[in-house]
């Protein structure tokens, strides 16, 4: 692995920090063992620390991670030591306990001119640097924030990260070591923080909705005699296929016009899908997350 890089603590270790540390820690070895690797930015973690609350987190994660690297540590309820000995911290608990987790006595302080990357849905780096201030009134150095948005096949290095365009600018080495980590699970995008309540809907929920899609043709194949294995991966396999025709450069509207010969099969059941409103109801249900999302930071509601 390189050499003098920094430490990576993990606040809140879930499936998403687990997916993210597998992720640098492979493509780390990767890029050692490449005989064409590619330059890594300077600060780039060689030492990670998980924090958790509960100890069967802490098996998960060691099942998990642990077999990849000896460089992780991980620490039950004690977020605070893992905060002082990172030189990046991975936000990564659930936003409604943003508040709980940077209040910690002694978080904020630890937090001092380190890099913090948050990927709480919902939560604007505004929100997390006020409750920092509101710990830390007067920190000699401030934390460097930064909103980002991964998914859930971050799992399998395939995720559709959104990193939001930080103001001011991030320095060109925070931009570079941020945009590497997550190119290390999959493909990243920088857009403005106003659209990263419509991205978690659409990149951080959009699995499900794809999920439930190729279940629901799959259920369709099967309802005409497909065995249910079969079925499923043909389903799966189908809906990669079609995601791969569009990242190399091809419409959706496209790729459906090539497939729908006249008075085909294609067609037929196309005419059925729009019938039954299926466009605009996937529409609806993007712009249903996107609302949901803005609400993720505010907390629980209270009950009138």
Aim: aromatic fraction near 2%; charge should be neutral; proline fraction near 7%.
């Amino acid at each position: 692995m390189a050499e003098n890089g920094g430490t990576l603590t993990v606040i809140g270790c879930g499936t998403l920090g687990i997916a993210i540390l597998s992720g640098i820690i492979l493509s780390l070895r990767d890029n050692n063992s490449s005989s064409t690797s590619s330059p890594i930015p300077a600060g780039i973690p060689t030492h990670f620390i998980a924090c958790v609350t509960r100890a069967a987190s802490a098996e998960r994660i060691a099942a998990a991670v642990g077999p990849l690297t000896s460089s992780l540590d991980i620490l039950t309820s004690k977020n605070l030591q893992g905060a002082r000995s990172a030189s990046i911290v991975l936000l990564a608990c659930k936003p409604q306990h943003l508040r709980t987790v940077l209040s910690e006595a002694g978080i904020a302080q630890a937090l001092r001119g380190k890099f913090l990357i948050s990927i709480l849905a919902g939560v604007p780096v505004s929100q997390i640097q006020a409750v920092l201030q509101e710990a830390d009134p007067n920190p000699p150095q401030q934390c460097t924030v930064v909103r980002v948005m991964p998914n859930a096949a971050a799992l399998i290095r395939e995720s559709m990260t959104v990193i939001a365009i930080a103001d001011p600018p991030l320095p060109n080495n925070l931009d570079a070591l941020v945009t590497w980590i997550f190119t290390s699970i999959g493909r990243v995008v920088h857009l403005p923080p106003t659209t990263m309540d419509v991205s978690t809907a659409l990149c951080g929920s959009g699995p499900a909705f794809f999920a439930l899609m190729l279940e629901a043709m799959a259920d369709g194949a099967v309802g005409m005699g497909l065995p249910r294995a079969e079925a499923q991966l043909m389903a799966a396999q189908t809906m990669k296929g079609c995601a791969g025709l569009v990242l190399d450069g091809e419409h959706p509207a496209m790729v459906r016009e090539k497939v729908c010969t006249p008075g085909g099969c294609s067609i037929g059941g196309l005419m059925v899908l729009e019938e039954g409103k299926v466009r605009g109801t996937l529409a609806k249900g993007v712009r249903a997350a996107t609302v949901v999302a803005a609400e993720l930071g505010k907390g629980p509601r209270s009950k009138s």
